[in-house]
């Protein structure tokens, strides 16, 4: 599936969190193909450099690491102090991660963290790069989501409910960023094979539906903010899914799933 964006609508840079692996990687090896040059923002540096110097050598463009821990106020002002000078005319608010666990298991200091991971960094870049792009009168911003979070998901509520929130905030936003021809979209991410996928204790043996492609999550997911759709779940059979099973029997099912996949008595 072929994406519909291009560097001309939008600007020339793309900024994408989380790029180091899985998503964010697919994002940064797709927009590099439609010729966006790259900040690739994570924790991970030798990763990002490898990563950088496969696609600016592939595609002929440039890219920028930065590493940066953004569970961390610091982490966020570094990224918006290192791409000052830059135009960045897509966002790709990606960063965030998950753990299966009794609520009361997790530590105060990792709920916090997991809060300004999976929401708070997301809602700070949104606000600085929006601003910058309202001006331009053009930009782009896709927000990852998850499928299930608002609905809430046992042995994983701090997840569930940062990831809401970036619904929330994304179908807010829609309206909001029209008249300033900016576009914003939620990627309400579904089952997809990335590594996440394996540490939330999924295989490909004990899930009954087998798990999308990072390419077709990635290829779905672009073609929504060309569209600017408000929000995307991509693969049909996770869209049939959410129709037909009711959010009780979902709550209950995730419940069931996680607590088997990962030992929790």
């Known amino acids: ?31 590099a193909a439609e010729g966006f040059n790259l900040v690739l923002v994570a924790r991970r540096k030798e990763l990002l450099f490898e990563l950088g110097g496969k696609l600016s050598s592939r595609y002929d463009i440039q890219c920028q690491a930065i590493q940066a821990d953004l569970t961390r106020k610091e982490g966020i002002d570094s ?6 000078n830059l135009e960045v005319g897509l966002l790709i608010s990606n960063a965030g ?6 609520f009361f298991d997790r530590a105060p200091e990792d709920l916090t963290e997991r809060i300004h991971l999976n ?13 910058k792009m ?24 701090t997840e569930a409910a940062t990831k809401g929130f970036i619904q929330a905030l994304g179908k807010s936003l829609h309206a909001e960023f029209k008249e300033f021809g900016i576009h914003i979209t939620v990627l309400v991410t579904t089952p997809t094979e990335t590594p996440i996928f394996y540490k939330l204790g999924f ?3 004990n899930t009954p539906v087998k798990p999308l492609s990072v390419e077709q999550c990635v290829a779905e997911a672009l073609n929504a903010l060309a569209k600017n759709k408000m929000l995307v779940y991509p693969g049909l059979k996770f869209r049939v899914m959410r129709a037909l099973i009711p959010e009780p ?8 799933i996680l607590k088997r996949n990962n030992n929790i008595l």
Do not use: C
């Not at 929401?119 to 601003?131: D, E, M, N, R, V």
């Not at 029997?249 to 069931?256: F, I, P």
């Open 203 to 205: 295989s490909l043996q």
């Open 79 to 84: 990224v918006i102090e290192s791409t000052g």
């Open 97 to 102: 991660t998950g753990n299966v666990a009794r």
């Open 249 to 256: 029997l979902s709550r209950k099912m995730s419940a069931r």
């Open 134 to 157: 309202a001006l331009r009168k053009k930009g782009g911003i896709l927000l990852t989501g998850a499928m299930g979070a608002v609905e809430g998901v046992p042995y994983m509520a």
């Open 119 to 131: 929401a708070t960094s997301h809602l700070l870049l949104t606000h600085h790069f929006g601003q």
């Open 1 to 31: 599936m072929k994406s519909k964006i291009e560097p001309s609508a939008f600007g020339d840079w793309a900024l994408i969190t989380g790029a180091s692996s899985g998503i964010g990687e697919g994002f940064a090896r797709r927009l």
